[in-house]
């Protein structure tokens, strides 16, 4: 059954987090500093502290489509591994964008509609996030400019070709038709692009135009608490709890909107679940960043936000995993990361790839990169379990198909697909552009 509400883990919290500061005064960003960016209802939303948030009538019709979304076993991943762990996922891809980020796609684009706004302006890593916000606006007669990252832009044809379909207009980032998109490509021509870059293409835009406005698909509070859906749906389905729960990070808010119901029941005294969070190796936010105030985007466009952050110049490796290649964190993430609520590691990709193979050829559904580094650590974990013969629950998120993905697929299969060890220079660079 879909949940009526959802869920917003702020209050329940054991200190609430730093907030957003002005860069000009830093003093804490109000409702008027963001109204240029999001509409009112939305910006409610980011700063409130209401535990439950009904979700409208409009968005549950179109939630509909697809949700509630399956709870599997995967019993034949099970015993390709021998373990005697009980694996579950919770599968995101039946989505009409095939992830999870229509759960948050579908509000944001009725709370602008209902705003009167005409455009809404984003950016996309790999594309799930563009295709998301696309279908969205034309549930809701809007239209829909997306910047998608170059490297993504060139490795995914046909995610672009899908943001097209349901109506989107696609840019390749950095782009000429901005003028963060221009500085860049005046610095570097060749530049693959970042999810900070594009960040300030649609914010630059979405600011100079009076009836548009921003969507972003990750990283802020109110997308977090959109994503909800996935866990309070887990948490009825669940046979039995679960001991552990794994997800993949990028921004946030696949990982959050699995964790977060169960966290809940954890910091309640009523269960005793471990929390851990899979990063790239290529772009270590939690494991090798700073937990600092950052721009959430390269040019600076955007408030400080306090987060696990590798520096908003840096600009991570073309890895496939396009949907995690973002140089920062969630605030909400990293400030409960510091306070110990969760843990975090990381996973390079060809072994990711192995894991997603893997899944493939035992549970039929090939996933998208970004989950493969849940499903490697669920694999190690799984494999811990078989050495020690503990019965350990394990859910995880596969929060989408790699349907769009076989070219990375492919290239892995030919043993061309590198790992990228990320040198520390590189960071220490980055860290060295923080604001002061």
Request: glycine share 8%; hydrophobic share 40%.
């Amino acid at each position: 059954m879909i949940p009526s509400n959802w869920y917003n883990i702020v209050p329940d919290l054991p200190a609430p987090p730093p907030p957003p500061l002005h860069p000009a005064t830093r003093e804490p960003v109000g409702p008027d500093d963001l109204a240029p960016l999001f509409p009112m209802e939305l910006i409610a939303q980011e700063v409130g502290v209401e535990r439950f948030v009904p979700i409208p009538q409009e968005v549950m019709e179109v939630y509909r489509l697809w949700r509630p979304t399956p709870l599997i076993r995967a019993r034949r991943l099970e015993r390709s591994l021998g373990t005697p762990a009980r694996i579950y996922y919770k599968y995101e891809g039946v989505s009409p964008a095939g992830s999870h980020k229509p759960n948050t796609a579908v509000p944001q684009a009725y709370y602008n509609a209902k705003e009167g706004v005409r455009l809404l302006t984003t950016e996309t890593g790999a594309g799930q996030w563009g295709s998301s916000l696309a279908f969205a606006c034309a549930q809701f007669d809007l239209e829909c400019q997306v910047w998608m990252v170059r490297a993504s832009y060139d490795q995914k044809p046909y995610r672009r070709s899908l943001m097209q379909v349901y109506g989107a207009t696609v840019h390749a980032s950095p782009s000429p038709v901005t003028g963060a998109g221009s500085k860049i490509l005046a610095e570097d021509p060749a530049s693959p692009g970042s999810l900070g870059i594009a960040i300030s293409e649609a914010v630059e835009v979405a600011a100079a135009t009076p009836d548009a406005r921003y969507a972003l698909g990750s990283v802020l509070n109110h997308v977090l608490m959109h994503q909800t859906v996935i866990g309070e749906e887990a948490m009825e389905q669940l046979p039995e709890l679960p001991d552990l729960v794994i997800g993949c990070t990028g921004g946030g808010s696949n990982f959050a909107g699995l964790m977060f119901p169960f966290l809940r029941e954890k910091l309640a005294g009523r269960i005793d679940t471990v929390f851990r969070a899979v990063e790239p190796a290529a772009c270590p936010s939690f494991t090798r960043g700073v937990y600092a105030y950052d721009f959430g985007d390269t040019a600076g466009l955007t408030p400080l936000l306090k987060m696990h952050t590798l520096g908003h110049s840096f600009v991570p490796d073309p890895i496939h995993a396009g949907g995690l290649r973002y140089h920062g964190m969630s605030p909400l993430l990293s400030h409960m990361y510091d306070l110990g609520l969760f843990e975090a590691v990381t996973r390079a990709q060809s072994e990711c790839f192995e894991a997603g193979v893997r899944f493939a050829r035992t549970e039929g559904i090939v996933p998208a990169p970004e989950p493969t580094h849940a499903l490697a650590e669920t694999i190690a974990e799984a494999l811990r379990c078989k050495e020690s013969g503990e019965e350990k629950v394990i859910l995880t998120a596969l929060c989408g198909h790699g349907h769009f993905d076989l070219a990375a697929y492919d290239r892995h299969l030919s043993g061309a697909l590198e790992d990228y060890t990320l040198p520390q220079e590189r960071i220490d660079q980055a860290l060295s552009e923080l604001p002061t």
